[in-house]
Each structure stands twice: as structure tokens, then as C-alpha cells.
């Protein structure tokens, strides 16, 4: 079992979580992940590590709730029953930083995909690497780490769908608008909005990376249902990336992977409803 110092919510569907986990933190670098069980029998959950303290031992990890696990994740208390990690590759600007000081690299995060962005701006910037940011979510209430995102980007560029914060309309928007400043980007969000940002890093000849950590979910490479097609080639995210060139990636083979099991995992919602109200146990 794992320490857990606090499990709390801080969107409307979106929690911070914080766990002991000297071993994992040992080593982990920005851009890699770990898999954790809420219970005993509980699904495995991927999940980046959004923040770390090595002398403490510990990680800090960001969720939304989009089904039965993370639904039950929520009501973790004390201790989680297992987590393993550090996961995946780390992101390669962080491992090599000497190598990208002459980039102008911009970060366009997704919703919870800041989660990941996040640690990777923070440590750039230890590293004397100040990048930009352009975050995008669908409404002012939505945005994660606002704060703290701004205390390690250059600059950081909000976009809304609704209009309430920031820009109206979408990160490729801002993105398009500021193109000439950048020679480089990494995107992190959902597969469909890293799709169009790749598009327009291809028309504008800005490279691109991108992070598929929405495909996962064994984590280990077992399971196949992070599989996606890059240059023509299977990768699996969890052991070959989770990052991968965005030129590419085929988004929409992507795409089609993530829906086929989408009626499954709504039954699987109803059942964990149903199996947490029979434990007793609430959950916001």
C-alpha cells in the first residue's frame, strides 16, 4: 500500500492526487508515467506524473474522471494499492536539453493534457530553456495549474471555445497567429487536437512532437489498445513513446482505435456506480 497525503478535486472533473512513491521518483524524468490500482481489484490506470518531489519521495499525479476506473479512483483516501513506474520514455527535449537550446519550442497543451506539459516547461526551465505555451480548454472554468504554469513558461497563451478567458476559438488558432516564432512544438491533449495542431505545424514547416497517452491503458504493451501507426509502422505508446514525431503519426487509424470501445466502457460506468453504491462508498 501507498501513502496517499491527498486525493482532491479541483475542476469539475478533474482531481490532484499526491502518493508516496520513493522508488518511483528515484528516477523519473518529465514525460513518463506510472500505473497505479486504486484497490486490490481495481483495473490498471496510466498515468503521467505531473510533479515530483525526490527528497520527499514523492509524485503528484493529475486525472479526469472518463470512466469506471477513474470514477473509483476518486474515492481513494488514504493509501492506493499499487504503483508502478517510473513508465515510458521521458521527453526527449528534457533528456537532451544541450541539444535544443538553439529551438524556439512552444508547448500547446489540451485540457488535462497540461498535466504533462507542465513538468516538462518547469524543468526546461531549470535547465535555462524558457519555452511558450498556448493552452486551450472549452471553458475559463476548465483550465488546470494556471498559476503554476505561469511561473515556469515564458509566456503562456489561453484560448476557450466559449470565449470566456483568453482567446475565442481554439489553440491552432494562437498557434497559426504566432507561427513565426517557432521553429518547434510539442502538443499534449486529445488526439483530435493534436491532429490539427500537427497540421498546421506541416503547412507552416514547424517540426512537431506529440504524446499519445490517451491511447493507454495496460500500460505494459500487452493489452495492444495504444497500437498506432507511425511512418507507416506499429508502435505501442506505453513502451515505444509515449512521444512520437507528429509528421508521422496516423491520427485518424488513431482515432477510429479510441471509439471501439466506447459502448463497453459506458456499461462498465453503470456497473461501477452501482458497485461503489452497494461498498457504501461516496464519490463527488
Known sequence: MYQVFYNKKINENSYEMKVKAPLCVKKALPG???????YSDSER???TIYDYDREEGSITLIYQVVGASTLELTTVKDSLYGIVGPLGNANEICKNPDNYRDKRIVYVAGGVG???VYPQVKYLKSCGIEVDVIYGARSASLYLIRDKLEKEARKVFYATDDGSFGTKGFVTDILEEKRENYDL???IGPVIMMKNVCEVCKKYGIASIVSMNP???????MCGACRCEVDGKPKFACIHGPEFDG???NFDLALKRMNVYK???A???EEMKEKLAKRGVSYE
Open 32 to 38: 513518463q508515467f506510472v500505473i497505479i490500482m486504486a
Open 185 to 187: 512544438c510539442v502538443t
Open 114 to 116: 497540461v498535466a504533462p
Open 267 to 269: 456499461v462498465k460506468m
Open 215 to 221: 491511447l493507454m491503458v495496460d500500460g505494459s504493451g
Open 45 to 47: 490506470i496510466p498515468l
Open 263 to 265: 459502448n463497453e466502457e
Open 247 to 249: 509528421s508521422k503519426v
